[in-house]
């Protein structure tokens, strides 16, 4: 899947690609696994031709009736976001998150009712086992990652950091660019925690409107 997933990427004319790996929506990936992602694209890339062409589909009519379908939906949408007040104002009112939520639904119910063929789900599947051979990290890695922070603390310019944050509050609290202010913070050794505790102070945590 991810092999043709990858290849439709490459002859739509993509920018930037990655493949998934087998287990990266289990664990972190082992290196098995992503070496064979990587082959996926260097297959792709030097064994199927597809890169001595600029553009293969193009003259497809299908190709064109399916991309000007898939615009004509998407201008829809965008519409109707902008009828709404624009994409904030949509999620506000839950519109967003409840037209993926009815797309999922709607997904789930064409494979249980073999709309949707998925192979292994609900047309030719096999019993398998658990998967084995998931990366396993040791969660000593985590004390030795709090450790070097701790290190980080001691050993930096507390006051310059202070300085940095207070700075970084008020150009939150402003209308200026934050960016800077963040860099600021980072290059005296600022930790990734306290600049977003700041802007999390400014600017509180986002809760997601529940539709029913």
Do not use: W
Not at 30 to 59: F, H, W
Not at 160 to 167: D, F, N, Q, R
């Amino acid at each position: 899947r991810v092999a043709m997933q990858a290849l439709a990427a490459v002859l739509g004319g993509t920018q930037s690609l990655h493949t998934n790996s087998r287990d990266e929506a289990l664990a972190l990936p082992t290196t098995d696994s992503v070496t064979i992602a990587l082959r996926t694209q260097q297959i792709i890339a030097s064994e199927t031709g597809v890169t001595n062409t600029i553009d293969p589909l193009a003259g497809s009519y299908f190709i064109e009736a399916k991309t000007k379908e898939i615009e004509e939906k998407a201008m829809e949408y965008i519409t109707k976001i902008d009828d709404l007040g624009g994409a904030p104002r949509a999620i506000d009112l839950g519109y967003i998150q409840k037209e993926i939520s009815d797309s999922a639904y709607q997904y789930q119910m064409e494979i249980e009712s073999l709309d949707r063929i998925v192979v292994g789900v609900n047309k030719y599947q096999v019993e398998e086992a658990a998967p084995r051979g998931l990366l396993r990290v040791d969660p000593i890695v985590g004390e030795m990652q709090k450790k070097k922070i701790n290190d980080v603390k001691e050993i930096r310019n507390n006051k310059a950091v202070e300085e940095k944050l207070i700075s970084l509050k008020k150009a939150c609290q402003g209308t200026e660019n934050v960016m800077p202010f963040i860099l600021d913070a980072v290059r005296e050794y600022a930790t990734l925690g306290e600049i977003c505790g700041v802007m999390r102070e400014v600017f509180g945590e986002y809760e997601q409107a529940v539709l029913l």
